[in-house]
């Protein structure tokens, strides 16, 4: 969760919106999805897994729908069958840190035992470790990027799901915000917000948007481990 308001100024250039008539068969395999040509938006599930998490992945399951889950350590530890169902599902799993420490607080030593107990905590569940790291609360320093060796992925709509636990609030932001090759920040810890997801999803799909992974997103080029952050694909010069 994020206790902090992280204010960003991005670059919100569009990406591809004027090609969204072309479209990609209902159906098709999400790798078939070219993010250069559709419209594309990467759904990020915070914090978890928790009990609700496997309701969720019924939710994603039924509207054929993958999405990111930047996950915490010590609850795959409590949770692992549900992060290795995510997984097994199509979802991308990412690195949230072994406890969601603000890690701008830690020695570079500190950082690193925060990530690789969680990448071993997750590998241990899923099989595979994860390539990305989203930085608990986004907090990261010249220390942090250092010690993740691999890319930061944040966010672009912000649904400060965390602060208000309105369904209908944070389906109204995701649907107002959105662009094409934005990353929503949403919290699957809460209630509010998985119940927000039906309509998020009816909303976005309403105006042609295609649910991808944040692999996906950026694909064809997959990430580099250099020590930046990435927000949405617009930004992101290859
Ligand atoms: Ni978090």
């Not at 060796?149 to 309105?166: A, C, G, I, K, Q």
């Not at 694909?219 to 617009?234: G, I, M, Q, S």
Request: aromatic letters at 6%; hydrophobic letters at 40%; one cysteine or more.
């Amino acid at each position: 969760m994020r206790r902090r308001l992280v204010i960003s100024t991005l670059v919100t250039a569009l990406c591809g919106g004027t090609l969204a008539g072309t479209a990609v068969p209902a159906g098709a395999a999400p790798a078939a999805v070219d993010c250069r040509r559709v419209k594309c938006v990467a759904l990020t599930f915070d914090d978890g897994p928790v009990a609700d998490s496997r309701r969720l992945l019924g939710i994603l399951k039924e509207r054929n729908v993958k999405a990111t889950f930047y996950l915490v350590g010590k609850n795959v530890q409590r949770y692992p069958t549900t992060a290795r169902d995510a997984h097994r599902a199509g979802h991308q799993i990412g690195n949230h840190s072994w406890d969601h420490a603000d890690l701008t607080r830690l020695t570079s030593a500190q950082v690193r035992s925060q990530l690789s107990r969680a990448d071993t905590a997750i590998k241990q569940a899923t099989g595979v470790k994860p390539s990305t790291l989203r930085a608990p609360y986004g907090a990261h320093n010249a220390t942090v990027r250092q010690a993740a060796d691999r890319p930061l992925v944040h966010w672009s709509v912000d649904t400060l799901d965390w602060r208000y636990r309105d369904s209908a609030r944070i389906v109204k932001t995701v649907k107002e915000q959105t662009k094409p090759g934005d990353i929503v920040l949403l919290h699957d810890i809460h209630r509010t917000t998985v119940n927000a997801v039906p309509g998020i999803i009816t909303a976005l799909k309403a105006r042609g948007f295609h649910f991808v992974t944040v692999d996906q997103l950026f694909a064809p080029t997959r990430l580099p481990a250099e020590k930046v952050t990435y927000h949405n694909r617009a930004a992101y010069r290859p």
